[in-house]
């Protein structure tokens, strides 16, 4: 065990509030291309950024729902990582203990869920996820692709079905960013995991957290605007550092 884990093991020992902030990174170390990498084969004449908006969906929606139920199956086919399953056993060693553990996540692809994460708070949506145009209605859909592009809505009439995910333009769902701030802001320690820390409002978090006394531990194998503010700043992929960051934890708590 490097020494560099000694100090950030033992706040997160001694932790009472801990919030855990996801991005990208971590669903990458399950073979989850990120965002702009799945524009290859017979999406590489396309934009993401101009998939990915209310606008795009209205002038053709059949292109739209292809390329988001290709990303669907994707994610439904992706497995948990060592970092997912190590967060898993983090809640559950927190809560053990009469401790609190949120998970904030930048991720849409449910992985956190399939490792065995409660407490999760999804501030970008869900690709599980589909909802109804016209009465906001969610389902999950079958394991298998959509028959038809776009899929009819089975709640409304002449209603369509799209991605429970948060588009360009549109605003981050009320009741995730609530929850998110009250955890930020009773935390005594926040963990940003593979997130690059440049989308807003994600990455004002750990800055929220320092300013209310918190300490902040960053996990990610690249340097981020973050890595100046962090108490503890762990380099490596987050399969690696995340389990024996966890282990070490266990070691110092009493």
Known sequence: ???????????????????????????AE?????????MEGLWKEFDAQKLAT?????ADPETVTRWYDWR?????????????????????????????????????????QKAGSRNVVELHGSIIEWRCTRTGQKLIPPE???????????????????????????????????????????CDLFISVGTSSQVYPAAGFAELALHQGGEVIEVNPQQTPLTRMATWSL????????????????????
């Open 235 to 254: 380099r490596g992929p987050s399969g690696e550092v995340l389990p024996m960051l966890l282990d070490e934890a266990r070691k110092a708590h009493v």
């Open 144 to 186: 298998q692709a959509f028959d038809q592009f776009p899929p009819h809505s089975p709640f409304a009439e002449r209603a369509l079905l799209r991605p429970d995910v948060v588009w360009f333009g549109e605003p981050l769902p009320a009741a995730a960013l609530a929850a998110a701030a009250h955890a930020v802001d009773s």
């Open 1 to 27: 065990m490097s020494p560099d884990f000694r100090a950030p093991a033992a706040s997160l020992a001694r932790a009472r509030r801990v919030v855990v902030l996801t991005g990208a990174g971590v669903s």
């Open 54 to 58: 209310p606008e795009a969906f209205a």
């Open 30 to 38: 399950s073979g989850i291309r990120t965002f702009r990498d799945t």
């Open 72 to 112: 669907r199956l994707g994610c439904l086919a992706a497995d948990p990582n060592p970092g997912h399953l190590a967060l898993a056993q983090m809640e559950d060693w927190l809560a053990a203990s009469g401790r609190d553990f949120t998970l904030l996540t930048q991720n849409v692809d449910r992985l956190h």
